[in-house]
Each structure stands twice: as structure tokens, then as C-alpha cells.
């Protein structure tokens, strides 16, 4: 299938840093291990890093090499932009805020942290980055690999 498409169409495939955030954190285990001082901590970071990588960012990176690979033109990004405060990082749909709606619509989003704020900087970049894609492709990008934040 990614052999007859990919020479139709033009992909832009992303994921977060911290992608996994929120279902590590979800898990009953997760919580009382993060509960250990430092220890638990890193654990808990070191988790979600291997998740991410086996569940989002690996598929991603994978997807687009085989696009590629079938002469199809792909751009990829990572954003890492992370909330103050925000105990899920860079989790998965942060990136939304920043490419829909308006910040008075994101207000209640937990994955914001307390100040529920975004970097309006970065949201223009991004806003940019996605309407020359949807116009011009791949090409019109800056290069192959964005990242944000």
C-alpha cells in the first residue's frame, strides 16, 4: 500500500518529545513509582522516553523512510515545546494548541500546566510551516527534519 501511494502523495508525519506521557501516567504502577524520590522520577522519564520512541516515534520515522524508500516525498518534525510547570512534558496532542483554534479555546487543557499559556512564536512558525506544506509540499519547507520548542 505505501508503495502505490507514495508516489501520489506528500506526507508530513510528526510526534511530541514526550508523546507517551500520558499513558505511562495513566498506569496505577507508574503513580506510586513516581512517588519515589529521584529514583522514581527517572524511571517514570526513562519509561515514557521508551514508549514514545516504540510507539510514536519509531512508527513515525519508519513510515516516513518507507515513503521515501518508495520514492515518495515526506517531511518529518518533532516538537518539544514543553509547558512551565506541565508534569506530562511534551505529551501527545501538544502540539494542537498551536495549530487549531485559539488560545481561549485550549484555556481548560490540563497538558498546559497552571499558566495554560502557549508560545504564540512558536505557533506562528508552526501555523507557517503547515499552510506552506498544504500549498507548496515538502519543498517548501525549510528542511526534511523540523523540531519546535
Do not use: N
Not at 518507507?66 to 515518495?72: K, L
Request: proline fraction near 8%; glycine fraction near 10%.
Amino acid at each position: 500500500a505505501i508503495a502505490a501511494a507514495a508516489g501520489h502523495f506528500e506526507l508530513l508525519i510528526g510526534y511530541t518529545k514526550d508523546d507517551a506521557a500520558p499513558f505511562v501516567a495513566m498506569d496505577p504502577r507508574v503513580a506510586r513509582l513516581d512517588r519515589v524520590p529521584v529514583l522514581g522520577r527517572l524511571a517514570v522519564r526513562a519509561g515514557t522516553k521508551a514508549i514514545t520512541k516504540q510507539a510514536f516515534s519509531g512508527p513515525a520515522e519508519r513510515l516516513a523512510q518507507a515513503w521515501r524508500t518508495y520514492g515518495g516525498r515526506v517531511g518529518t518534525y518533532r516538537f518539544d515545546w514543553t509547558p512551565a510547570d506541565a508534569p506530562l512534558g511534551s505529551c501527545h496532542c501538544m502540539e494542537l494548541p498551536f495549530l487549531l483554534g485559539s488560545p481561549q479555546v485550549w484555556a481548560d487543557a490540563p497538558m498546559l500546566g497552571p499558566q495554560r499559556s502557549i508560545d504564540h512564536h512558536i505557533a506562528t512558525e508552526m501555523r507557517t510551516r503547515w499552510a506552506q506544506f498544504a500549498h507548496h509540499g515538502v519543498e517548501s519547507l525549510p528542511g526534511p527534519a523540523l523540531r519546535f520548542g
